[in-house]
């Protein structure tokens, strides 16, 4: 070699301990390897037969999970889950990692708890009837005929589906929905026409003349969609459901889904619940979210999901720095850098960084601006990676969307709400031959460019 630097073998040497170093990290963090969840060693003895194992895995998310210090290792679900105490342990492959949340789970977990500080206008359980409402014998072996697992838009618009087609052709069959009777909680954005199609104008809480996007400085970089946009009246769109059910005649049990068996050779299924119930039915479909994909079969051989990730959160504002007639759609001018206007600077750093390639901007996974002007000052900002093999985590898309708003002179009076949202994108389909049936983000019926689900869900529900 030359001086002060090194020939080929010593630089093969020098990756080769770098390489063994991160495996037994990654061994003594305790993550899944190659579809198996490998813990913590207990003693120096167990550490070497967990670093062979971990040797081929899938790079990036090796990487990212070190990143994260092993944080998965601590995770509880919410009680609000459809799976089991710790469905970290059904998980078998990077496909249920990444649709479980991966590295971000905590935070995935966060936003499903916030169910607890919002409220409903009209519980489930006291609008629809039970499982066993009209029975005579309340020790029947089935609980329904149909089983819907989920009571998200998803799962409610199957259901009444469903028990409408069945009301239809008179054929007596019953449909149940299973999960827990909360509010939604998520924000949902939509293309007008779209509900408009559906019926559904009454759930469109604000709507926008069109969307924008920036895809670079000036006049040049602006792109208009010319489509209207739209933000959904959760309360609306839940009691909308929710009528529809009443009025088709579904029934409803609170309970949350252990896992889902077989009931023999007559056929049919029986959901095993986590206080103990076990529900017959002839037909189980699971319409929980993609977190629950470890309770299916899904094709061989195809590349895992990627994630999009976006943290967002509705703020009060002095004033709004677009056009408040327009969807801030995608804006993915560079505002987090240093590079704009000379006022995002790196923490520490007292001037604004001038290179195009400062602060890691030319590796920088990409994200943009979403934003959406509401009604008493309020703003809806997100920073959103739109798809990343290794999900962009949450506190980089905080930090970014802070300095983006702070170079752009928007200064935050209050913070109402927090919003994470985490949606797989991409990856396999559940196979035809799974005994349960699968519906909604469950069945991968997210759009594998924008990551959009609801409508696509609410229009096949119908």
Excluded at 213 to 224: I, M, P, R, W
Aim: aromatic residues 8%.
């Amino acid at each position: 070699g030359t001086p002060g630097g090194e020939d080929g073998a010593s630089r093969r040497v020098r990756a080769w301990f770098a390489a063994v170093g991160a495996i037994a990290m990654a061994a003594r963090c305790g993550i899944l390897i190659r579809g198996r969840r490998v813990a913590a060693p207990r003693d120096g003895s167990a550490l070497a037969s967990r670093v062979a194992v971990a040797a081929p895995w899938h790079a990036r998310v090796f990487c990212r999970a070190l990143a994260e210090k092993g944080e998965r290792e601590q995770l509880k679900p919410s009680t609000t889950s459809t799976s089991t105490e710790d469905d970290t342990v059904g998980m078998r492959d990077v496909n249920d990692y990444v649709r479980g949340g991966g590295s971000e789970r905590r935070w995935l977990l966060k936003q499903a708890g916030k169910t607890s500080r919002r409220t409903q206008s009209r519980k489930m359980g006291s609008v629809l009837r039970g499982f066993h409402d009209d029975d005579d014998d309340e020790a029947v072996e089935k609980a329904v005929d149909v089983m819907v697992i989920g009571c998200g838009p998803a799962g409610m618009a199957l259901a009444c589906a469903l028990a409408e087609e069945a009301s239809r052709l008179g054929n007596g069959m019953k449909v149940g929905l299973l999960g827990p009777d909360v509010p939604f909680v998520n924000t949902y954005g939509v293309w007008e026409d779209e509900f408009l199609d559906l019926g559904l104008s009454h759930c469109l809480e604000t709507v926008f003349d069109d969307a924008v996007c920036h895809f670079g400085d000036g006049d040049q970089g602006a792109v208009t969609v010319g489509r209207r946009y739209a933000k959904v009246d959760l309360d609306a769109l839940q009691d909308h459901l929710l009528q529809r059910c009443q009025d088709a005649g579904v029934r409803f049990r609170e309970e949350i889904m252990e896992k889902v068996e077989r009931s023999g050779e007559g056929g049919g299924a029986v959901v095993r619940c986590r206080g103990g119930e076990a529900l017959g039915c002839d037909v189980a479909i699971l319409a929980s979210g993609a977190a629950t994909s470890q309770f299916l079969e899904y094709e061989e051989d195809v590349p895992s999901a990627g994630a999009q990730t976006a943290y967002g959160f509705e703020v009060e504002v002095d004033a709004y720095p677009f056009d408040e007639k327009k969807m801030h759609f995608m804006d993915f001018r560079r505002h987090h850098t240093g590079v704009w206007r000379g006022k995002a600077l790196h923490p520490g750093m007292t001037r604004a960084l001038t290179e195009e390639g400062s602060w890691g901007t030319k590796t920088e996974v990409p994200s943009f601006l979403y934003a959406m002007p509401l009604e008493g000052g309020r703003v809806f900002f997100q920073e959103t990676c739109l798809v990343a093999k290794d999900a962009v985590p949450f506190d980089v898309l905080r930090r970014r969307l802070e300095t983006r708003l702070e170079s752009l002179g928007v200064r935050v009076k209050a913070v109402l709400d927090e919003e994470w949202s985490y949606i797989p994108v991409g990856g396999p389909l559940p196979n035809a031959d799974n005994e349960t049936l699968a519906f909604g983000a469950t069945a991968n019926m997210i759009h594998p460019a924008s990551g959009y689900s609801v409508a696509r869900s609410l229009r096949r529900g119908k």
